[in-house]
């Protein structure tokens, strides 16, 4: 585990966003864990979730032009993330779409900058991969090229139903069928040493099993 991924992960478990227990996901299953990146709320929170996702994808390597937010929780997170890069030196445009188009004013679903040159696409987790794919047709029939999704966590998890199991996970498949990088500040592997640990919170330590059999059954290498 890095030094930016376990700092995100103590951040997320003391903002409450990273949470133990017994949570059903969008897939049906009862995870031991939720992350909801909603409840980064404040400006302090958002500002920090922000540093994270800007260090990370500074540290990717990645070459971009400009960050996409998909609605709704990508708008927040592209617009903080710019904020942060360019606080680092990085002065880069962001942009994002509306659910619908808007028939007054200028019109259509792109708000912001000009969808132009490499577009990273930022969202909190990837569950079915819908917002991405919607992502990259609108990124493409504007003439830009989709380069990188940046995500919070990666569940690494095999993605579909119990009764229908892929053998991937929707972070692999989106690599897959786009042909681009999906980077994540931090990831279940990470969020698993990191309670693990020694000297791990017994609060959080307790759920180690859990996490560990959640892992075997359904993870992802």
Wanted: without cysteine; aromatic residues 10%; charged residues 20%.
């Amino acid at each position: 585990m890095s030094q930016l991924s376990q700092e995100f992960i103590e951040f997320s478990v003391n903002a409450g966003v990273l949470r133990f227990g017994e949570f059903i996901t969008k897939a049906g299953r009862t995870s031991p864990y939720f992350f909801n990146a909603g409840l980064f709320n404040n400006g302090a929170t958002l500002g920090k979730l922000a540093e994270f996702y800007a260090q990370a994808l500074i540290d990717s390597g990645i070459e971009f032009d400009m960050l996409f937010g998909p609605a709704y929780k990508g708008i927040t997170l592209a617009a903080a993330t710019s904020i942060a890069l360019a606080q680092k030196g990085r002065n880069v445009p962001f942009a994002y779409n509306r659910k619908e188009a808007k028939d007054h004013g200028e019109g259509g679903t792109i708000v912001g900058a000009k969808l132009e040159g490499r577009v990273v696409i930022i969202d909190d987790v990837i569950s079915a991969g819908t917002s991405v794919r919607e992502s990259v047709e609108m990124i493409r029939a504007a003439g830009a090229t989709p380069s990188a999704v940046l995500i919070a966590l990666d569940r690494m998890e095999k993605s579909g139903k119990d009764d229908a199991l892929s053998a991937h996970s929707a972070v692999q498949e989106v690599t897959k069928a786009y042909g681009m990088p999906v980077v994540s500040i931090g990831n279940l592997a990470d969020l698993l040493e990191y309670i693990s640990r020694a000297g791990a919170n017994p609060d959080l330590a307790k759920y180690k099993d859990a996490v560990s059999a959640y892992r075997s059954r359904y993870g992802v290498q």
